[in-house]
């Protein structure tokens, strides 16, 4: 851990970390240490930053105040940083839980709309003139409500909905992401891109105007 007589901290910083609003920021909040025993605890539980109100919620912690954390403390560690060079900390509140009459009527709200959708898809590429046609080739025979093509079909649309997005209700089949946690995780990625763009840009503006 040592190298010519001078403790190494070898440190990682995590990619997302979380503090309640009004808590302050710790380092073991944030990264991944491995430090000489009498350092650890010392270190785990330092400072780095105590989230002001004009932070909103969301706040970057960059490598090099870390740096200048740990050296006023401890000028003799030599600092080993793997992994990104920041964090991005998500401050939160404890609020309440939703209604249970707001999840229903927003539930409610994405039934009909998407049930909607898929009548208006139906009636632009007339399904029900498909299913009659089918039918009638099949059977030889035209009716103007095919059940035997249109129940199964229906069901289908169900089956297919459940598989495409790899749930049923809180169960997977598999673990697998579904397109839906793929496009999800791809939006909070860029999100978290532009806020750390932002920030570095707001970090960069303020050392330029000291």
Do not use: C
Request: proline letters at 5%.
């Amino acid at each position: 851990m040592a190298q010519n007589g001078a403790p190494y901290l070898y440190i990682r910083l995590r990619r997302k970390a979380s503090v309640r609003k009004g808590s302050v920021v710790k380092l073991s909040q944030i990264a991944q240490l491995i430090v000489e025993p009498q350092y650890e605890q010392a270190l785990h539980e330092l400072i780095i930053h105590q989230p002001q109100h004009e932070d909103g919620n969301r706040v970057l912690i960059d490598m090099m105040l870390i740096v200048r954390k740990v050296k006023a403390k401890y000028p003799e560690l030599q600092i080993e940083h793997f992994g990104e060079p920041h964090v991005l900390l998500e401050i939160f509140t404890d609020n309440k839980k939703a209604s249970p009459v707001l999840i229903g009527l927003v539930w409610l709200l994405l039934f009909i709309g998407s049930g909607l959708a898929i009548m208006n898809f139906h009636a632009d590429v007339s399904m029900l003139q498909v299913h009659q046609r089918i039918y009638e080739l099949m059977t030889g025979k035209k009716v103007e409500h095919p059940l035997i093509l249109q129940i199964p079909y229906s069901l289908g649309i169900g089956v297919g909905m459940v598989i495409f997005f790899n749930h049923l209700f809180k169960k997977k089949f598999n673990e697998e992401p579904s397109p839906l946690e793929v496009e999800m995780f791809m939006y909070q990625e860029n999100i978290n891109h532009y806020v750390i763009t932002e920030e570095y840009m707001k970090i960069h503006s303020e050392g330029e105007s000291k």
